[in-house]
């Protein structure tokens, strides 16, 4: 997948769970300024998971949408 397609994934479900529009979600944009705590996450990146047909393992801290791309692409 290419990071446009990730990230693409990502905002939509961002915007599914938030007041946010799409086109609001940048890659600078923190899950704290979305509205997105820690449980949120979690349940976040299960459904992206599920998007995106593959496992996604944290093992490292992931502030903005874009530390999220840049760790899928590196996986």
Excluded at 7 to 13: G, M, R, S, T, V
Excluded at 54 to 60: A, G
Excluded at 62 to 68: A, M, N, P, S
Aim: hydrophobic share 40%; glycine share 4%; aromatic share 4%.
């Amino acid at each position: 997948m290419t990071e446009k397609e990730i990230f693409d994934a990502i905002a939509e479900l961002i915007a599914d769970r938030t007041d946010c529009n799409v086109s609001d979600i940048t890659m600078e944009s923190t899950f704290k300024d979305l509205g997105i705590d820690s449980l949120d996450t979690v349940d976040l990146l299960m459904n992206l998971e599920d998007k995106l047909g593959t496992s996604i393992e944290l093992d490292q801290k992931i502030e903005t949408v874009g530390d999220l791309v840049k760790f899928i692409l590196s996986k």
